[in-house]
């Protein structure tokens, strides 16, 4: 994410000096005389910057999602060998975010300025992402939305039930127990698509074989206009496996032009 900000520009300075005061001593302690004094400069220097104290909250908030972004790239493969094992990684990541950082947590989690938001927004990507990889795989069990809004509400309810419990109480196998009942609430044991398979042609046949014969959403003429697209995508790349040249065969043993038909 690229911000605004030098290495040493005021509003950079007195961002971080707001981050250590706020992860030192709460909301409480982040008071715009406080965090002059910590940044070497004098309060009226964060009202032309940030305009008030929520502005300078909204700052640290971006400050925030900055560094967790750059935290979960460093992580992030794009092409993993198990995404399921990814989607632990993943989740695992942004609930030790949470949990070692609570106060700037809660504060980026309550932003609502642009500058977070887009922050945010770059976050989620990155998740979708991770469901997307899953669905490619046939792992999924519920549709990608439903996985997405599943994992960030588990990570989350996992980092205020941490919180919330007396620090005497708090059991570290909650944490992982969390972690397996969402990856239960999204993926399959086994996947739809063979794992030696992959792209279009094998997540069509899967979802072919898997097609009721009377699904009661679709009408007949949507159902047959369906399988007729699946099989075409099956054919072809049971055509590539098969090292087929000069153009791939459609489901009626015809050549094809690449040009696809009308229904």
């Known amino acids: 994410m690229v911000t605004r900000d030098t290495l040493d520009s005021p509003r950079r300075r007195i961002v971080e000096a707001a981050v250590e005061l706020l992860e030192n001593g709460g909301p409480d302690a982040v008071s715009t005389r406080a965090v002059a004094a910590?940044?070497?400069?004098?309060?009226?220097?964060?009202?032309?910057?940030?305009?008030?104290k929520e502005g300078l909250l909204e700052a640290v908030a971006e400050h925030g999602y900055a560094q967790f972004l750059e935290s979960k790239r460093a992580l992030l493969d794009p092409e993993p060998q198990d995404a399921v094992e990814d989607l632990r990684r993943g989740w695992d990541t942004v609930v030790e975010f949470g949990i070692s950082r609570p106060e700037l947590f809660a504060v980026m989690n309550r932003a609502t300025g642009r500058g977070a938001d887009l922050a945010h927004r770059a976050g989620l990507e990155i998740l979708h992402g991770r469901v997307r990889?899953?669905?490619?795989?046939?792992?999924?069990?519920?549709?990608?939305?439903?996985?997405?809004?599943?994992?960030?509400?588990?990570?989350?309810?996992?980092?205020?039930?941490?919180?919330?419990?007396?620090?005497?109480?708090?059991?570290?196998?909650?944490?992982?127990v969390l972690r397996e009942a969402m990856v239960a609430a999204v993926t399959r044991a086994e996947p739809t698509v063979p794992a030696a398979e992959s792209g279009p042609p094998a997540a069509a046949r899967a979802l072919r074989a898997a097609l009721p014969d009377d699904a009661d959403v679709l009408s007949d003429a949507e159902q047959h206009l369906l399988r007729e697209w699946l099989d075409r995508l099956a054919a072809d790349g049971d055509g590539r496996r098969e090292g087929t040249a000069g153009g791939r065969t459609d489901p009626a043993g015809s050549p094809s032009s690449g040009t696809p038909r009308r229904p």
């Open 38 to 52: 910590a940044a070497g400069m004098q309060p009226p220097a964060i009202y032309r910057l940030f305009g008030d």
């Open 133 to 176: 990889r899953l669905a490619a795989g046939g792992w999924l069990r519920v549709d990608e939305e439903l996985a997405a809004q599943i994992i960030q509400a588990t990570g989350r309810g996992a980092v205020t039930t941490w919180h919330s419990t007396p620090a005497d109480r708090r059991n570290p196998a909650l944490l992982t």
